[in-house]
């Protein structure tokens, strides 16, 4: 495999606020919807995380007990990388996979991006849109604001 590396901002292992149970959240760097009232503004610019390979991505995944979530940022402005960190997870781990974006399911297929598309193959539900600051809803369960969807694999797939 080459060697890939992707900018992060974080990784959190066991938290409960990005998907179902505990989880290890991989916080991306790079985001180009710049959602007025964004809670992680902080990650918009890829400068402002750090590379990490995609093997040291996933010997974390490996030692840790959760199912994992990526979020950010937006994984899809790293979508290679990431879904060849995914493909690795599903392959060698069997974990579930979340994935945050801010684009929606229809312009990911639309756009026909190869890797934007492997990427979403590779994950098991997909949290879709952008934050809109004036359907923000704090009663939602893992999303913020009511634009958003969850996305199980069966209507990602009914998508292509």
Not at 31 to 52: A, F, V, Y
Not at 79 to 94: M, N, V, Y
């Amino acid at each position: 495999m080459e060697d890939l590396k992707i900018s992060i901002i974080d990784i959190i292992d066991g938290t409960v606020v990005d998907g179902p149970g505990f989880r290890m959240s991989i916080y991306s760097a790079g985001c180009s919807h710049r959602c007025p009232g964004c809670h992680n503004p902080q990650s918009w610019s890829i400068e402002n995380g750090q590379p990490m390979s995609v093997e040291q991505l996933l010997e974390k995944v490996r030692k840790s007990p959760w199912n994992v979530t990526f979020t950010g940022g937006d994984p899809f402005f790293q979508a290679k990388e990431f879904a060849a960190l995914a493909e690795l997870i599903k392959g060698e781990c069997g974990k579930t996979i979340w994935c945050y974006t801010g684009y929606t399911l229809e312009t990911l297929v639309e756009e026909a991006d190869p890797d934007k598309l492997r990427l979403l193959q590779s994950v098991d539900v997909l949290v879709d849109g952008p934050f809109i600051e004036a359907l923000k809803d704090s009663d939602l369960r893992f999303r913020g604001s009511s634009n958003q969807r969850i996305l199980d694999s069966a209507a990602i797939r009914k998508a292509f």
